[in-house]
Nanobody
Framework: VQLQASGGGLVQAGGFLSLSCAASGRTSSAYGIGWFRQAPGKERMFVAAVTWIGGSTYYADSVKGRFTISRDNAKNTVYLQMNSLQVEDTAVYYC?????????????????WGRGTLVTVFQ
């Protein structure tokens, strides 16, 4: 499975961005797709995930109510709509695919990772 994240950029606090994760290859084998982020000097952390079949969603508490993850199976693409962005959301965002059975909140569950896309939120 190959993953390509896009959509990052520079946005003012309170604004919004939409990230995309385009998957190719054996996407039918994926259990779920997740978004993680890593801020400078910090560890990578879970943001959100969605199961490929069924569309169950999971969110980190810090983004719940502000971010929405969705998937378009026909396009093999997962989206992360980020609203009410905060300076603390500044990070490199990565999408990843899990071909096992999760748990999707744990980074070590994931088998494939895409290159990140930078999101910078300024005050």
């Amino acid at each position: 499975v190959q993953l390509q994240a896009s959509g990052g950029g520079l946005v003012q606090a309170g604004g919004f961005l939409s990230l995309s994760c385009a998957a190719s290859g054996r996407t039918s084998s994926a259990y779920g797709i997740g978004w993680f982020r890593q801020a400078p000097g910090k560890e990578r952390m879970f943001v959100a995930a969605v199961t490929w079949i069924g569309g169950s969603t999971y969110y980190a508490d810090s983004v719940k109510g502000r971010f929405t993850i969705s998937r378009d199976n026909a396009k093999n693409t997962v989206y992360l709509q980020m609203n009410s962005l905060q300076v603390e959301d500044t990070a490199v965002y990565y999408c990843a695919a899990d071909i096992g059975l999760g748990p999707l909140r744990i980074g070590s569950s994931y088998d494939y990772w895409g290159r990140g896309t930078l999101v910078t939120v300024f005050q």
